[in-house]
């Protein structure tokens, strides 16, 4: 016997309430299992669940009070602190989209986000909040801000006497739960790209492609409610907000945010709070090796570190290992269109599979292909393309990009690699990042990974500069570890017993420091501006 449901008006919404999954239920829930344990830790305030999910509450009133409507793009310029993680879940449980904004960018950059986006209420804490303020501005937007909120103080200067300082505004709104008409496919956070060749495009990322993202990261990072997790990298950045705060928050656990990645405030509360789990790109776990605190602070209770955002030297990965000897690693590979994880390499395969990214994490399906979109055999180089739950909606008021990316059915990340024959994925560069000298491909990471064999060298980024003969010449930009001098000469014979000639540096070049952004990326594209003219 066959049974037929057939719609009903006015039973859907009670339907659709009863069955949606959004980032603002999953805090609902969480609080309802662990309404007293700790949730979160800034500074000197410590909330539990309940109290967390309160101050969200209260939030999303006050938003909606002063017209923050459901689906308005609401732009957050701030270091981390308490007031973005509940901006985060205040605004996914209003039915507003969060706009995090890098804070290293200039108001020119930030009035295109502005406008681009159309957005209709700014956030801020007072460092940025004037910058916030000139972008808006220039942007045209401000006859159409609805709101201003000053966050992370109580007190607001007189010259940002526009703008209402949100921990006030929040305690004068009601406790009661906040409603909204919320659906998992709406739009909960739109993230811009850093723009290398063109302006940055607005990535969307729904309800929906959150929690499946999430539930990836939970069960291949195998993350639980006694984690206690450090939240150091920016929040505006996908991969700390999505793949350990979000996460972090859907299984109970507790979260410790620090203002930013600043090594000695990593380690001395690594040892206060015995963390458990932390998350940083190879640049920071580089900072906290060569800290001369790493020595001395009781570091025991790491149990999980992960690394991603760029690829971890291996010289570096097997220094942690001896020096945490008790730490588990993941690599979480993935970009910002997929929200931010597509492949992990699990603990055990670290150096079983050195170098690797992994294999395509719980809901994903990840294959490579030719330019013509044909899959590659194991042991051949392609684009990496994924199918999953956790791929964009699209890119926000771009059906071109849009339609570019998501060709044949994949998602194209632009990225090249290599599968192996056990499935696991081994990153060879970024397209962009790809070298052609002399009509050869080089691939910038084989050449670092051999500079980092280098006992003196502490980092090192291998770049194209243009060059009448090479087309472009490999080029090293290296820092010497605290102390050490780098021998040019000796670096170079090093490199011509590990590499074929072609990929043997035609120029070094030995700085203080590398440029990177808040999220710890080395900035090539700064380098490659820097050193246009070398040869």
Same mark, same amino acid.
């Given at each position: ?18 069955? =949606? ?51 308005? =793009? ?35 950059? @930030? ?57 006030? =505004? ?59 997790? @450090? ?34 405030? @990593?380690?001395?509360?690594?040892? =206060? ?79 079983? $599979? ?13 294959? @490579? ?27 926000? $008021? ?58 003196? #060298? ?49 120029? #070094? ?27």
């Amino acid at each position: 016997m066959s049974h037929t449901v057939t719609g009903n008006t006015e039973t859907a919404p009670y339907v659709a309430r009863a069955r =949606r999954n959004t980032v603002g239920d999953l805090l609902t829930r969480t609080r309802a299992r662990y309404p007293k344990k700790l949730a979160l830790v800034y500074e000197d305030v410590r909330w539990t669940y309940q109290q967390f999910d309160d101050a969200v509450h209260q939030t999303a009133h006050a938003l909606s009070e002063d017209g923050v409507d459901k689906g308005a =793009r609401v732009a957050v310029l701030s270091r981390n602190s308490l007031d973005f993680a509940v901006i985060n879940f205040a605004l996914a449980r209003l039915g507003a989209t969060m706009v995090p904004i890098n804070y290293m960018l200039n108001a020119e950059e @930030i009035a295109y986000i502005l406008q681009h986006a159309e957005v209709s209420c700014l956030t801020a804490s007072g460092e940025f909040a004037p910058l916030l303020d000139q972008a808006c501005q220039l942007s045209g937007r401000q006859p159409s801000i609805v709101a201003r909120y000053l966050m992370d103080t109580s007190e607001v200067p007189a010259d940002l006497a526009h703008w209402v300082p949100l921990q006030a =505004r929040r305690a004068a709104a009601p406790m009661t739960p906040f409603e909204s008409d919320v659906s998992d496919d709406d739009v909960a956070h739109v993230l811009y790209t850093s723009g290398t060749e063109s302006r940055p495009k607005g990535v969307m990322l729904t309800h929906a492609n959150l929690i499946s993202e999430y539930v990836s990261c939970i069960v291949d990072g195998r993350m639980e409610a006694r984690d206690v997790a @450090i939240h150091a990298l920016p929040l505006y950045h996908s991969a700390q907000l999505n793949c350990f705060l979000g996460p972090g928050v859907y299984v109970g656990a507790t979260g410790i945010i620090l203002r930013q990645a600043a090594p000695d405030a @990593i380690l001395e509360t690594i040892e =206060r709070e015995s963390a458990t789990q932390l998350f940083c790109p190879p640049t920071v776990w580089i900072a906290l090796l060569r800290h001369p605190d790493f020595s001395t602070r009781d570091l025991l209770s790491l149990e999980k570190c992960y690394y991603g955002a760029a690829i971890m030297p291996v010289e570096v990965l097997k220094e942690l290992s001896q020096r945490l000897p008790q730490a588990k690693f993941w690599n979480f590979y993935g970009q910002t269109e997929v929200a931010p994880l597509a492949t992990v390499l699990q603990p055990e395969d670290q150096f079983r $599979k050195l170098g690797s990214a992994g294999r395509p994490s719980l809901n994903v399906e990840t294959k @490579i292909v030719d330019d013509d979109g044909n899959e590659l055999p194991p042991g051949q180089i392609g684009e990496i393309v994924h199918r999953t739950a956790h791929a964009m909606k699209g890119y926000w $008021k771009d059906p071109e990009k849009t339609a570019e990316a998501f060709k044949d059915g994949w998602f194209h990340s632009g990225d090249l690699g290599v599968m192996d024959e056990e499935g696991y994925l081994t990153v060879i560069d970024r397209k962009k990042d790809m070298i052609k000298s002399g009509g050869v491909n080089v691939s910038s990471r084989e050449v670092e990974e051999v500079l980092y064999q280098f006992p003196s #060298v502490s980092e090192v980024a291998v770049i194209g500069v243009p060059d009448s003969y090479w087309i472009e010449a490999v080029t090293a930009v290296v820092v010497p570890k605290p102390g050490e001098v780098i021998d040019v000469d000796s670096l170079l014979a090093h490199c011509k017993e590990k590499l074929a000639r072609f990929k043997v540096p035609k120029h #070094v070049v030995v700085v203080d420091e590398l440029p990177k952004n808040p999220s710890g990326k080395v900035l090539k594209r700064e380098l490659r501006a820097r050193y246009k003219d070398l040869a």
